[in-house]
T-cell receptor, first 114, second 111 residues
């Protein structure tokens, strides 16, 4: 069965700290991986995506993620967080054949202290 | 507008009532997905349309849930005889190819 897990439920950091949010997946076959963000009061927005090729993908707002196939991981990173990064972050996966349903993790709530 | 829109944004229903939730996808997007997001959880897949064809309804939790997209554009998710466990945010997403764009969701509260 397809599954995505996020082990950090709530992370609290000070501004300028470095961020790494964990994501592990279990999929049969080729997988597409995504990170979505939900800012307070807003809808889900795509941060970045991995389909194939370079395992280090860069997204918007200085975020990046690394696909490590041997570890079944797709962790999200940012070298220096800002107060405006306070949000809920969701890792998601899908099959790789186009327009397939997303399987989400339970999300990580990130709080940045000014 | 350029994004996915959903209406109503909030719905309060008494247990046993029927509700209908609407999704307007991005113009030209062939694929449309519905997800259910319970409090403190990630979204969970309900059903998928390609144009007007419902290709996957494996995530619908019971036969009280029904979705349609008769002209391949606007979609409606209907829940009959609502129960308290149906309380959640219902998200709609549309996709051109491989990237899903989400609407703001409808928060359903069943009393």
């Amino acid at each position: 069965a397809q599954s995505v897990s996020q082990h950090n439920h709530h992370v609290i950091l000070s501004e300028a700290a470095s961020l790494e949010l964990g994501c592990n997946y279990s999929y049969g076959g080729t997988v597409n991986l995504f990170w979505y963000v939900q800012y307070p009061g807003q809808h889900l927005q795509l941060l970045l995506k991995y389909f194939s090729g370079d395992p280090l993908v860069k997204g918007i707002k200085g975020f990046e993620a690394e696909f490590i196939k041997s570890k079944f991981s797709f962790n999200l990173r940012k070298p220096s967080v800002q107060w405006s990064d306070t949000a809920e972050y969701f890792c998601a996966g899908s099959g790789a054949f186009g327009n397939e349903k997303l399987t989400f993790g339970t999300g990580t709530r990130l709080t940045i202290i000014p | 507008g350029a994004g996915v829109s959903q209406s109503p944004r909030y719905k309060v229903a008494k247990r046993g009532q029927d509700v209908a939730l609407r999704c307007d996808p991005i113009s030209g997007h062939v694929s449309l997905f519905w997800y259910q997001q319970a409090l403190g959880q990630g979204p969970e897949f309900l059903t998928y349309f390609q144009n007007e064809a419902q290709l996957d309804k494996s995530g619908l939790p019971s036969d009280r849930f029904f979705a349609e997209r008769p002209e391949g554009s606007v979609s409606t998710l209907k829940i009959q005889r609502t129960q308290q466990e149906d309380s959640a945010v219902y998200l709609c997403a549309s996709s051109g190819y491989n990237e899903q764009f989400f609407g703001p969701g409808t928060r359903l509260t069943v009393l």
